[in-house]
């Protein structure tokens, strides 16, 4: 069995610079993020706000705290002060909760939208038509306290490379055109795609972040 700073490392020596590698640590104890913390790891990805909240708590306070499940709206709140990203941007319900909680807490928080591109009916997110025409809402203008930095999907689960690929395709095609609009809360540079799974693929097709749980930490149960 490999340690996970070797499947770290292994998985450094894969990826390009300019794609950051989130660990997605969610279901792991803070045992294991300091493993990987001492290997150099900063940037983490949990899924649900109050194990982000805890583990935010007990760890070092130079981690860059990713929150990259679906959030609720009245759980802003509790990651606020302290969050890095917010991947999972899915309404503008949710982005005015959370341009309301940066208010209170003094910072700008940098979010990505959600979008959907894979089959499965259960994935949160905008459809690719929906976004363009979100950001030409006039709601968004009086938004001070948020910044959409990127977007992030998830492609399929499936063994056809070819769709995956194609999902991939379909959500740097967006990013490209969302970097032409011109609008005081954009500031784009983020595309977070690829998994475990399916990361090589995703960074071929253009992704600069990864979210890698299972290769880094071993499976879930
Ligand atoms: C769990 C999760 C991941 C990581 O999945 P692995 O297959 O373990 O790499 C990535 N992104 C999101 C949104 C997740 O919920």
Redesign the pocket.
Known sequence: MTTIAENLAQIKSTIPDHCTLVA?S?TKPTSAILQAYQADQLDF?E?KVQELAQKAEELPKDIRWHM??HLQRNKVKYIAPFVHLI??VDSIRLLKEVEKQAQKVNRVIDCLLQVHIADEETKFGFGTDEVMELLQSDELQSLHHVRIVGLMG?ATNTTDQSKVAAEFRKLKSLFERLKTVKNHLLQINVLSMG???DYTLAISEGSTMV?????IFGS?H
């Open positions: 997605v969610k990805g899924n990259i499940g991947h999972g998830m998994m475990s799974g979210r890698i749980g299972s290769a879930r």
